[in-house]
């Protein structure tokens, strides 16, 4: 099992700047990537970035990839999310989630955080 624990949301004004964090918990040596997604009311879940867990290798939505940037600290077993540039249609819940395999779907998920972007 693993837990994930998202923190760091909240309101911000449009153009400025969160850092969300996603602390992993219980059998973190079977965690093969961690990503963030978000799913705002009426939307679908829409994918932000992902991370490998051992080298770091990172991937980007294009939506985002200029203004969101995936970074993890494994000896505290954090993932982090930084959000610049924000947007009143960010406003979203988002949530990170544990891969355990390059073959599967994303397993675990934390509970989310809710991020508002006014204007």
């Known amino acids: 099992q693993v837990q994930l624990v998202e923190s760091g949301g909240g309101l911000v004004q449009a153009g400025g700047s969160l850092r969300l964090s996603c602390a992993v918990s219980g059998r973190t040596s079977s965690v093969y990537a961690m990503g963030w997604f978000r799913q705002a009311p009426g939307k679908e879940r829409e994918f932000l970035a992902r991370i490998d867990w051992s080298s770091g290798t990172t991937w980007y939505a294009a939506s985002v990839k200029d203004r969101f940037t995936i970074s993890k600290v494994n000896a505290k077993n954090t993932v982090y999310l930084q959000m610049n540039s924000l947007k009143p249609e960010d406003t979203a819940f988002y949530y990170c989630?544990?891969?355990?395999?390059?073959?599967?779907?994303?397993?675990?998920w934390g509970q989310g955080t809710q991020v508002t972007v006014s204007s």
């Open positions: 989630a544990a891969d355990l395999s390059p073959t599967t779907a994303y397993k675990y």
